[in-house]
């Protein structure tokens, strides 16, 4: 089982996950011709694709699903809230309507091999949702978006092998930023996103003796960068009431434009 970044950040984001038979991305948030090359150097292409899962309607994560729908007819799976937003935002284009599979929280299925789990996240969108996946005894997920996380957010993302996590911005950076005050509140509320030292919290509640490995996902371009999300991360797990050291477990930034390292497990 393996997960690359292809892209994660305030202006687009695409994970692949698959195993050795099946293969899917969530979210399709940049250029088709972008998912196509991060797909080409895993050395795969869209007709690989089993499934694209949705997270939300927002256009940093749909923005290539048309092309990608239209050229490979791929199955579309997302909450019914979600589709009924991709449908209404119009941005896609004629995509045929067939390609949606309806999905729910908490009710796991199956595309081949690799068991989806889908879980409720707290955003300004319809009816979002993460994705928890396994594959045999194997366990990855990527929660992203998250304007502020729970007792139910933690089950789902314990005993994890790989993480993807939201560090989306820095409280400072954010509040002295050029941003809209509207705008401000907006990321820092509770259906915003995730900080850096939210995220390190949150960390602190998950982490466990077989985690091989944490991705940081989803930074701003404007409100934060990769070495401040990393420390900060580093620092609130040192920090926090856990027996483990940020030393303990390999913690990278998942890139805005560029590939990150293939995690397998």
């Not at 090359?37 to 940093?60: C, N, R, V």
């Not at 969108?125 to 993460?130: G, I, L, Q, T, V």
């Not at 820095?170 to 509770?190: C, F, N, Q, S, T």
């Not at 996902?217 to 856990?242: I, M, W």
Request: with cysteine; net charge negative.
């Amino acid at each position: 089982m393996r997960m690359c970044s292809i892209a994660s950040g305030s202006s687009g984001n695409c994970i692949y996950i698959g195993s050795q038979s099946h293969h899917i991305l969530i979210d399709a948030g940049i250029s088709g011709k972008r998912v196509e090359a991060g797909l080409k150097s895993l050395g795969l292409s869209g007709q690989d694709l089993d499934g694209i899962l949705i997270t939300h309607e927002h256009s940093d994560h749909i923005r290539g699903l048309g092309v990608l729908a239209r050229k490979y007819e791929i199955p579309i799976y997302a909450t019914p809230g979600t589709i009924a937003g991709i449908l209404e935002a119009g941005s896609l284009g004629q995509v045929d309507e067939s390609l949606f599979v309806k999905i729910r929280a908490d009710v796991p299925f199956s595309i081949g091999d690799l068991d989806v789990s889908p879980f409720r996240i707290s955003h300004d969108a319809a009816e979002p949702a993460a994705y928890r996946i396994a594959c045999g005894e194997r366990a990855m997920a990527v929660a992203t978006d998250l304007g502020i996380y729970t007792d139910y957010t933690l089950e789902h993302l314990k005993n994890l092998d790989v993480l993807l996590l939201e560090a989306n911005h820095d409280v400072h950076m954010l509040e002295v930023g050029g941003y809209p005050y509207y705008l401000k509140r907006r990321i820092a509320g509770d259906r915003g996103h995730l900080s850096n030292e939210s995220a390190g919290k949150l960390l602190c509640e998950v982490l466990h003796d077989n985690l091989k490995s944490i991705l940081l996902g989803h930074l701003s371009k404007e409100n934060n960068y990769a070495e401040l999300a990393r420390e900060t991360v580093k620092l609130e797990v040192q920090l926090g009431d856990t027996p483990y050291q940020p030393g303990d477990f390999p913690i990278k930034v998942a890139g805005r434009d560029e590939l990150s390292p293939c995690i397998e497990v």
